[in-house]
């Protein structure tokens, strides 16, 4: 059983006014001028790699005037490998697609699943991790079953989502991102919360909830195959998406992914994505 609070995800702040004009919160990083860049990728804005940033811990997240988290890691990684700064803004999954697709940004980040319908308007990156659905309570649920006639939360774009809400009896509310689920539920207004593990992790650290992977079950198509998450580019800069996959193919095998996904909170073994597939 794993123990964990909700102080983790203290200190993200979210413009509301931001998650729907995406203008820019900040600016991460200024290059050196004798910088040479790996492969010279073309972006957005000149010399700038623009993210929408989901905020949803521990995969995209603001922290102390940064970009952090396991997608932001990795993408800070490639922007110093590109020479490109970064220059960020807070999104929601619902606004954050839509930019990424008429290419106001470069790039989404935020533990995006691999989905055949967003794979028919931004790019999807390959496979990075595995994230599996997980429930955290008072009580340690762990089966479906054990969440009927509960009011359960959720937060928005997982797939998951429509499932919870056709399961009889039961009141699922759903949040526009793991910190709102938290709160409510450390408030009392819900029985149990539904999160990949990554941010159940961060959301339980130092609190009384037990994180537990919701176990198999066909009401919940979601429990049978762990998701595969990805990055979104911008749909018509293939070189963009060329250029990141190749350096998060050498960070899964030199053990540098591992080592980021250890930092968060996640098993090695979410490393281990297999082959490719949309679901």
Same mark, same amino acid.
């Not at 339980?204 to 909830?209: N, R, V």
């Given at each position: ?36 860049? !790996?492969?010279?990728?073309? &972006?957005?804005? =000149?010399?700038?790699? /623009? ?10 997240? =603001? ?6 988290? $396991? ?25 954050? $697609?839509?930019?990424? @697709?008429?290419? !106001? ?8 699943? !691999?989905? @055949? ?5 931004? /790019? ?5 991790? #595995? ?6 309570? @008072? ?32 009141? /699922? !509310? ?17 029985? +149990? ?10 959301? &339980? ?8 992977? #919701?176990? =198999? ?29 190749? #350096?998060? +193919? ?28 949309? $679901?």
């Amino acid at each position: 059983m794993n123990k964990r609070s909700l102080t983790g995800i203290g200190g993200v702040a979210v413009v509301s006014a931001l998650l729907l004009s995406g203008c820019s919160a900040a600016s991460e990083s200024t290059v050196a001028d004798d910088c040479e860049p !790996r492969t010279g990728v073309e &972006t957005v804005k =000149e010399g700038v790699l /623009t993210v929408a940033l989901t905020n949803t811990p521990p995969y995209s997240l =603001e922290a102390d005037g940064s970009i952090s988290g $396991i997608d932001s890691d990795m993408m800070t990684e490639f922007a110093a490998e590109e020479c490109l700064s970064i220059e960020f803004a807070p999104y929601t999954y619902a606004t954050a $697609i839509p930019a990424t @697709e008429q290419a !106001r940004v470069d790039v989404a980040l935020g533990g995006f699943y !691999r989905t @055949e319908a967003r794979a028919e308007v931004v /790019t999807l990156s390959d496979p990075l991790y #595995l994230d599996e659905l997980s429930v955290y309570s @008072e009580e340690g649920f762990s089966t479906v079953d054990e969440l009927l006639g509960k009011t359960i939360g959720t937060v928005e774009g997982y797939l998951w989502v429509d499932d919870l809400k056709n399961l009889p009896g039961t009141e /699922t !509310r759903v949040y526009p991102d793991s910190l709102s689920l938290a709160q409510d539920l450390k408030a009392g207004r819900l029985d +149990a919360a539904l999160d990949g593990y990554g941010a159940a992790t961060i959301a &339980t650290q130092g609190e009384d909830y037990v994180i537990e992977v #919701l176990k =198999e079950d066909a009401r919940v198509d979601s429990t049978n195959v762990p998701s595969q998450t990805a990055v979104l580019f911008d749909p018509a800069n293939t070189a963009l998406s060329d250029a990141f996959n190749a #350096l998060a +193919a050498e960070m899964r095998e030199d053990g540098r992914l591992v080592k980021i996904l250890a930092a968060y909170g996640l098993p090695a073994s979410a490393a281990e994505v297999g082959d490719s597939r949309l $679901i």
